[in-house]
């Protein structure tokens, strides 16, 4: 038995899958999401988590939150975790890893900004660019224009800070808990007890009278291992152009926004989904100035609103300072926001097909993501705008 499937688990556990396979599977994933119940966001499940926290410690009053483990949000993020943290133990490449603290501290500056951009933005790199580009919603691709603009500030000054301040983050970093070198490890067996736990819990819910809630977790779970296991990015999407000049992950993540804004339009159009669902009202200053800040804040961080999930489930200290100041940011920033009477304000709801018509709007997406397409290949092979 061993033998013969040992060709598939190599395939699944030994290498990296194909970055372009998990973008058609990202996309694909999301689209039954929206199909589901709604599309897949980051930062609202990440806000519960600090709202939560924050009740907790008496500066917020909700009575009508939701316990994370009930709020639909939450449980697909808790998914992304676990599902991350599935896949590198099955991989054997689960490990603590402790980095210096300049970089411990970019990673709590980097989330912290991430959470007031989001809010900003109404959503994070997945929620208000992706599903909502996705969601013909004019925003997203106002949180685009923010972002691509945010990563460059964010590379600019990592550069700056390699050349005149070096020792900010310099330092030995530490790992704990990994496999050993020779491959003897525990980690596969209990990654297959942590899979078999997560596809039993949907059972557990559902004896509970929480059905919904269980699905969502499996999503989340699908969603974690394809990122964890092809390490696919939308921070390396936005940022490495602009570094080294590798478009794979532009071109990937141009793919994806191409075959879920498909799937979201035929779910649209048929009236099987409101047309208004995830138009947001922040294009105009919210979309931009929340996706800049979103975009100086993951590349600081080394990880999105997804990525520093999946992430920090493979181990990633730093990214587990990035999750908690996001969360933390995120609730007091929409609770300053709304006290000020600005959420919501920042910005219209713009649905593109209401504005242009059905022919238009797709069309607007499909040539606005065939130019990054087309620029991530060109930058590839002149480095015009690669630092490095």
Request: include cysteine.
């Amino acid at each position: 038995m061993r033998g013969a499937f040992a060709e598939q688990w190599a395939a699944l556990f030994g290498r990296p899958w194909p970055v372009w396979g998990a973008a058609v599977l990202v996309a694909t994933v999301n689209v039954f999401l929206f199909a589901f119940d709604r599309p897949w966001t980051a930062s609202d499940g990440v806000r519960n988590w600090g709202d939560w926290v924050l009740i907790g410690v008496g500066v917020l009053k909700r009575p009508d939150l939701i316990a994370p483990w009930f709020y639909s949000g939450s449980l697909v993020n808790l998914g992304v975790l676990l599902g991350g943290l599935a896949a590198a133990l099955l991989a054997r490449e689960f490990a603590v890893r402790v980095p210096p603290r300049g970089e411990l501290a970019k990673g709590a500056l980097g989330g912290a900004l991430m959470g007031a951009g989001a809010m900003l933005a109404l959503g994070c790199n997945i929620g208000g660019f992706f599903s909502a580009t996705s969601a013909l919603s004019l925003a997203g691709l106002g949180m685009m224009v923010g972002l691509l603009a945010g990563a460059y500030l964010g590379l600019r000054y990592l550069l700056w800070e390699m050349e005149h301040r070096p020792a900010w983050s310099s330092g030995g970093a530490r790992m704990f808990m990994a496999a050993r070198a020779d491959g003897a490890s525990l980690q596969p067996g209990l990654g297959v007890l942590l899979l078999l736990a997560l596809f039993a819990a949907p059972f557990v819910y559902a004896r509970w009278g929480y059905v919904p809630q269980g699905i969502f977790l499996l999503f989340g779970v699908a969603f974690g291992m394809v990122f964890q296991r092809s390490r696919f990015c939308l921070v390396r999407a936005f940022r490495e152009p602009f570094m080294t000049g590798d478009g794979e992950h532009t071109r990937a993540a141009a793919l994806a926004v191409l075959i879920s804004t498909l799937g979201f339009a035929i779910l649209k159009f048929t009236d099987l989904k409101d047309k208004g669902e995830w138009v947001f009202a922040s294009a105009g200053a919210g979309a931009l100035l929340g996706g800049l800040l979103f975009g100086v804040g993951m590349t600081l961080a080394g990880g999105c609103g997804a990525g520093s999930i999946w992430r920090a489930g493979e181990g990633q200290v730093k990214l587990w300072a990035a999750v908690a100041c996001f969360a933390l940011a995120a609730s007091l920033v929409r609770l300053g926001l709304a006290q000020a009477g600005l959420l919501g304000k920042l910005g219209v709801a713009v649905f593109l097909p209401a504005a242009v018509g059905w022919g238009a709007a797709i069309l607007l997406v499909v040539v606005v993501m065939a130019v990054w397409w087309a620029f991530a290949t060109w930058n590839e092979a002149s480095r015009r705008f690669s630092a490095l």
